[in-house]
């Protein structure tokens, strides 16, 4: 199977098992390296059933794709995903949360109603 196809299939997985996740993907010709951006940046650092998933993961790509590399990012890395051929988001993603400084700030919708 090519190794692009392969990212793709785990991904669609992936994102069905943590629906809150959004996930963008891309594969640099060059460089041989496939590079998946993981939001929100909680899942990517402190949910332990997806660490186990990533390196689950890891460990079978390098293992069937051994010429190539992959690497896992959240936003603001360096490098980051700016040309994706792949995105999904989970049906519980959140998009309304601002990122600052690894933290993450929920925006909140307010609605007044005037009184007659």
């Not at 997985?13 to 010709?29: L, N, R």
């Amino acid at each position: 199977m090519d190794s692009k196809l392969f990212v793709i299939k785990e991904l669609e997985m992936m994102v069905s098992h943590f629906p809150e996740t959004k996930v963008s993907y891309e594969f640099d010709e060059k460089a041989l390296v496939h590079v998946v951006e993981i939001l929100p940046q909680e899942v990517y650092y402190q949910d332990g059933s997806y660490l186990i998933w990533e390196n689950d993961f890891f460990e079978r790509f390098i293992a069937s794709y051994p010429s190539e590399n992959i690497c896992f990012v959240t936003e603001n890395a360096i490098p980051g995903v700016d040309d994706p051929i792949y995105e999904k988001e989970g049906v519980a993603y959140k998009k309304d949360y601002i990122p600052i400084d690894g933290m993450e700030i929920h925006s909140v919708a307010t609605s007044l109603s005037a009184s007659t």
